[in-house]
């Protein structure tokens, strides 16, 4: 509980890196209806398109520098030395960006998509694919991350950009079931699926990674 506690404490503190990221996702979804008049009647054809894809964004803003910091200042090296679990402490890391950011991310998805499309059904729906997508996306964009360390962000996003396509086909799937009323549950379960395999994998590649780096 106390690690949970100080990646929470040091997250805050980096009032930009949590909060950047939910002003840009506010602002594309701000920015669709004002942009895209012809569709003023059937502004949902389009919106979850770029519904999942400003999630995806935001998720890759959010894990830019989420390594850089602890690397610079050597945090990252004595951590691995001092714990035997890193690992875990990863994950924990993850788990507590998700929380400060993908889950306020997931809540404003369902509100614009209950505006957009005056659907409550549909929008109660989409919120645990929004919950589960910015879960997936998170820990593939700190893969990448981890991955870039010390080579610039580009190079993690270009990397870890074909992962998230699978993802984003599914979740396209799943609009289309939902709007039907047809197998959106198989989707949304072969969505947890995935990131049972990821959350669990991820932490371990990741610290491979970053003890490689270092070495």
């Not at 109660?124 to 870039?148: D, Q």
């Not at 998230?164 to 969505?191: H, R, S, T």
Request: charged share 10%.
């Amino acid at each position: 509980m106390n690690v949970f506690y100080l990646e929470y404490l040091k997250l805050k503190k980096k009032t930009r890196h949590w909060i950047g990221p939910i002003i840009v996702f506010i602002l594309i979804m701000i920015a669709y209806p004002l942009t895209v008049e012809f569709l003023e009647k059937d502004l949902e054809k389009g919106f979850y398109s770029l519904l999942w894809i400003s999630i995806l964004l935001s998720m890759m803003l959010a894990t830019e520098d989420i390594f850089l910091e602890d690397y610079n200042d050597g945090t990252l090296e004595q951590t691995i030395i001092s714990i035997s679990s890193f690992p875990f402490l990863i994950a924990k890391k993850i788990f507590i960006y998700w929380f400060m950011i993908g889950i306020p991310i997931s809540l404003f998805s369902f509100l614009f998509s209950l505006g957009i499309t005056k659907n409550l059904n549909i929008s109660l729906l989409v919120f645990p694919f929004a919950m589960i997508c910015s879960y997936i996306f998170l820990n593939l964009f700190v893969f990448g991350s981890a991955l870039s360390l010390n080579k610039g962000s580009v190079l993690g996003a270009i990397i870890t950009m074909p992962l998230a396509l699978p993802v984003l086909i599914v979740l396209g799937k799943g609009v289309i079931a939902i709007q039907f009323g047809i197998n959106y549950l198989e989707l949304l379960l072969l969505l947890l699926g995935s990131l049972s395999i990821i959350i669990t994998s991820v932490p371990f590649i990741v610290s491979y990674i970053i003890k490689a780096h270092l070495e």
